[in-house]
Structures are given as structure tokens and as C-alpha cells.
């Protein structure tokens, strides 16, 4: 069965980056689109972008550019999401989520990332 | 960027009850690439219609979804109890990609 698997909880100071990593299973990796959703608390979903593990092209909302890379390691089937120059508006749960013929149809248990000195 | 708009933000309804949300875009949005998904709190979200009307894998056929252009709704016919959960629709007929901000379903 597919499954995507997220990094456990993050606890980063203010300035710092950080790496989330969300392992796949149970389908071929490179078939498909891997995309990244934020969502701070109380808040609804704000897209980041995508990454096709494929040939790792790369797509990303303008906002997020210079905030968010995204890569992917086809020898584990885990794609990353590094965030950078870290603030509380940074802090949320992100989540990645598999894209099958332009919906999301599998996502990750969600990574709740928390910035604070 | 295709602003989604969502209707009512909050919505409350007896078991039984039927009820609909709508999504309003601010540019015309492929019925194909018209989605919507629930969650529930403390959970992900979970596909629930996709290309606008088909039920995904597992959902209750109490749900129905319809709509185009711009104008996209979600019926269920007949409330239950698990149906209480936050309900977001997404366009992916442009970047960036755009969900609403979220219709929430709570039973009385």
C-alpha cells in the first residue's frame, strides 16, 4: 500500500534551516509528482511546490522561492524539503503529498515544525 | 493566482440534514482539475472528490460534487456524525497551485 512517511517533529531557533524528509513506499517512486503543502495553525493549506523524483525537475509557488528546496534521492524513494533563514512565520505543519492526475491522493502524516530561541 | 472562495466558513448541521459549501474561483477553472478534500483535526487531508464529482476511493455516496467554470459545490445528502471536518477545495488549472480556505462542517 502506499505510504508516505515524514520526519518527526522539529524545534529550530530563529536564522537556522532546516531539513524535512518524507519517505515512499509501496508505488514507484520516479512515476510520480511529489508536492509540499504548509499549514500553520488554525490556518488552511498553502501550496509550495512540486518535485517529479523522475528526472528532479522542480516547481515552486513564487513565494516560497528562496525559502524552500526541494530534492529527492531515488536510491531511498525520499524527497526533501530544506527550509531556510527560518522565522515564526515559518512555523506550521508541512506535509508532501503525492499527486496522481492532478489531485493529491496520498499525503504524509504531516511534520510540525516550530521556530523559537 | 486563482483566488478560491469558499462558502460559509462555518456550518452547522443536524444529523440527516443535507447540506451544501460552495467554491467560487476567481478565474475560470477546469472542471478536470477541480478538487476537494477533507480533514479532520490534528489529521491530513484526505482526497475526497476529485475532477469535481468523482467520489474518491472509500468516500460515502452520501457525497456528491458538481460545478464549473467557477462555480463548484459539495452536497452531502445526508449529514452523519463522521462527517464533521474541515472541507477544502483546489485548482489545479494554474500555478500556483490554490486550495480555499476552508469550509468547517460541525453537527448539532
Known amino acids: 500500500q502506499v505510504q508516505l512517511q515524514q520526519s518527526g517533529p522539529e524545534l529550530v531557533k530563529p536564522g537556522a534551516s532546516v531539513r524535512i524528509s518524507c519517505k515512499a513506499s509501496?508505488?514507484?517512486?520516479?512515476?510520480?509528482?511529489i508536492h509540499w503543502v504548509k499549514q500553520r495553525p488554525g490556518q488552511g493549506l498553502e501550496w509550495i511546490g512540486w518535485?517529479?523524483?523522475?528526472?528532479?525537475?522542480?516547481k515552486y509557488n513564487e513565494k516560497f522561492k528562496g525559502k524552500a528546496t526541494l530534492t529527492a534521492d531515488k536510491s531511498s524513494s525520499t524527497a526533501y524539503m530544506q527550509l531556510s533563514s527560518l522565522t515564526s512565520e515559518d512555523s506550521a505543519v508541512y506535509f508532501c503529498a503525492r499527486e496522481d492526475d492532478y489531485s493529491f491522493d496520498y499525503w504524509g502524516q504531516g511534520t510540525t515544525l516550530t521556530v523559537s530561541s | 493566482e486563482n483566488v478560491l472562495t469558499q462558502s460559509p466558513a462555518i456550518m452547522s448541521a443536524s444529523p440527516g440534514e443535507k447540506v451544501t459549501m460552495t467554491c467560487r474561483a476567481s478565474s475560470s477553472v477546469s472542471s478536470s482539475y477541480l478538487h476537494w478534500y477533507q480533514q479532520k483535526s490534528g489529521a491530513s487531508p484526505k482526497l475526497w472528490i476529485y475532477?469535481?464529482?468523482n467520489l474518491a476511493s472509500g468516500v460515502p455516496a452520501r457525497f456528491s460534487g458538481s460545478g464549473s467554470g467557477t462555480s463548484y459545490s459539495l452536497t452531502i445528502s445526508s449529514v452523519e456524525a463522521e462527517d464533521a471536518a474541515t472541507y477544502y477545495c483546489q485548482q489545479y488549472s494554474g500555478y500556483p497551485l490554490t486550495f480555499g480556505a476552508g469550509t468547517k462542517l460541525e453537527l448539532k
Open positions: 475532477s469535481t464529482s
Open positions: 509501496g508505488y514507484t517512486f520516479t512515476s510520480y509528482y
Open positions: 518535485i517529479y523524483p523522475g528526472n528532479v525537475n522542480t
